[in-house]
């Protein structure tokens, strides 16, 4: 009976997602501003609210995962909402993620949004179920503990109202 409980479990766990109520894996980035980086850990000394991971392959970055992200922040900046938005670039290089990311955050004059790029070979974190076929995974945390994730063949706009609905707004 356990075995046909945990095969089930697997079975409907998809690529690109962590189980609801998992701690949330180490998640070692640089976190990048205008004219600098610093690596960090962003999931180490989390505060006890909630966090949005945004996990974009650097070379399938589109415009409407851009209007998505900067949806998503207005929603929040709008409703006073505490709840920060991360977004992790997965990229092979730092130089071309420091170069671009301040552009992108130039153009889309996000209020609520932390940007940081993973790099690496394989620029997938370990233990993030991501699926290296999707242009976008996310990850909605409560502290540590995971409440919501998906990957995504497409993201746009479209997908604001779930994710907003998973937040409670």
């Not at 920060?84 to 301040?102: F, G, H, M, S, T």
């Not at 940007?115 to 690496?120: P, R």
Request: net charge positive.
């Amino acid at each position: 009976m356990l075995a046909i409980a945990i095969l089930s479990a697997l079975l409907t766990q998809s690529p690109g997602q962590i189980a609801k109520g998992a701690n949330l894996p180490p998640l070692k980035v640089h976190v990048i501003k205008e004219d600098s980086s610093e690596e960090k850990d962003l999931t180490k000394d989390r505060p006890e609210r909630k966090t949005v991971y945004l996990f974009l392959p650097g070379d399938r970055f589109d415009r409407p995962a851009a209007r998505f992200l900067r949806s998503l922040d207005q929603d929040l900046v709008k409703k006073k909402e505490f709840t920060d938005i991360v977004v992790v670039w997965q990229a092979k290089e730092l130089e071309p993620a420091q170069k671009r990311l301040p552009l992108i955050q130039k153009s889309l004059q996000l209020g609520q949004t932390t940007w940081s790029a993973f790099v690496a070979e394989n620029p997938n974190p370990e233990g993030w179920a991501i699926n290296p076929d999707d242009i976008a995974t996310l990850v909605i945390a409560d502290g540590a503990k995971v409440m919501f994730s998906k990957g995504y063949k497409v993201l746009n706009e479209k997908d604001l109202e779930p994710v907003l609905k998973v937040l409670g707004k």
